[in-house]
C-alpha cells in the first residue's frame, strides 16, 4: 500500500446526472478527509470520518452531496444531480487519526469531475 | 470559523532568487500549521509546525511559525523551476468533533523562470 486511491482520476458527466467517487485510504489510517478544489483556491473541507463515523460536514456541503465509508476502510461521495458549479477536484486524504500524534494528512491525486 | 490567508497569491522569480510566502491564520483551537506543495495533482506535505520560533528545513525550504501573532513564514532559497507549485498552509484544529480537521489557505502559486 502506497498511499491514499482515488478512482475515477477524472469524470465527465452531464448536468442532471449522478455520479460516485472512489478513495481508499492508507490501510492503517483510521480517518478520511473529503475536500473540494477549484481552480486558484486552496482546497475546501467538505467532510470527513473517523472509522465508519461521519463526524463533520461542512455547511456548504449541500443535500445533493453524501458520503460514507460503511466498513471504515474505503469511502464514497456521491453527487446526486449534478450542476456545472459542482465541476472541481474532490480530493480525499486519509491519517492515523490518534490524539496523541501529531496529525499529518496524506492526499491522494484527486478525481477531477467536469460537468457539461 | 477557522481562517487562513495566504500572500501573495502569485509570485513570478527567476532560478536563484529567495522567496518568502506568507500566511496568517485564525483558528478556534490552534494545534499545528501545515505546508503543503502542490504541483498537478495532489498536495504533498513539506513542514509540520508547532511551536513558535523552531526553524523546520529541509533542503532549500525552511519555515518557521509565530503563534502570538498568528503567522508563518515559508522561505525558499536558491529557487530551481522545478520549486514551481503551488504552495499551501493549513492549520490543524484540535477541538472537539473538528480535531484533525485542516482548514486551507488559497494558495500561492510560484512560477520560477529559467
Known amino acids: 500500500d502506497t498511499g491514499v486511491s482515488q478512482d475515477p482520476r477524472h469524470k465527465i458527466t452531464k448536468r442532471g446526472q449522478n455520479v460516485t467517487f472512489r478513495c481508499d485510504p492508507i490501510?492503517?489510517?483510521?480517518?478520511l478527509y473529503w475536500y473540494r478544489q477549484t481552480l486558484g483556491q486552496g482546497p475546501e473541507f467538505l467532510t470527513y470520518?473517523?472509522?465508519?463515523?461521519?463526524?463533520?460536514k461542512s455547511r456548504l456541503l449541500s443535500d445533493r452531496f453524501s458520503a460514507e465509508r460503511p466498513k471504515g476502510s474505503f469511502s464514497t461521495l456521491e453527487i446526486q444531480r449534478t450542476e456545472q458549479g459542482d465541476s472541481a477536484m474532490y480530493l480525499c486524504?486519509?491519517?492515523?487519526?490518534?490524539?496523541?500524534?501529531?496529525?499529518?494528512?496524506?492526499f491522494g491525486s484527486g478525481t477531477q469531475l467536469s460537468v457539461l | 470559523e477557522d481562517k487562513v490567508v495566504q500572500s501573495p497569491l502569485s509570485l513570478v522569480v527567476h532560478e536563484g532568487d529567495t522567496v518568502t510566502l506568507n500566511c496568517s491564520y485564525e483558528?478556534?483551537?490552534?494545534?499545528?500549521l501545515l505546508w503543503y506543495k502542490q504541483e498537478k495533482k495532489a498536495p504533498t506535505f513539506l513542514f509540520m509546525l508547532?511551536?513558535?520560533?523552531i526553524e523546520k528545513k529541509s533542503g532549500r525550504l525552511s519555515s518557521i511559525l509565530d503563534k502570538k501573532e498568528l503567522f508563518s513564514i515559508l522561505n525558499i532559497t536558491a529557487t530551481q523551476t522545478g520549486d514551481s507549485a503551488i504552495y499551501l498552509c493549513a492549520v490543524l484544529n484540535a477541538g472537539g468533533t473538528s480535531y484533525g480537521k485542516l482548514t486551507f489557505g488559497q494558495g500561492t502559486i510560484l512560477t520560477v523562470h529559467p
Open positions: 483558528v478556534t483551537n490552534f494545534r499545528s
Open positions: 470520518f473517523q472509522n465508519e463515523a461521519q463526524l463533520e
Open positions: 490501510s492503517e489510517h483510521n480517518r
Open positions: 486524504a486519509s491519517s492515523l487519526g490518534d490524539r496523541g500524534r501529531q496529525e499529518k494528512l496524506f
Open positions: 508547532t511551536s513558535s520560533g
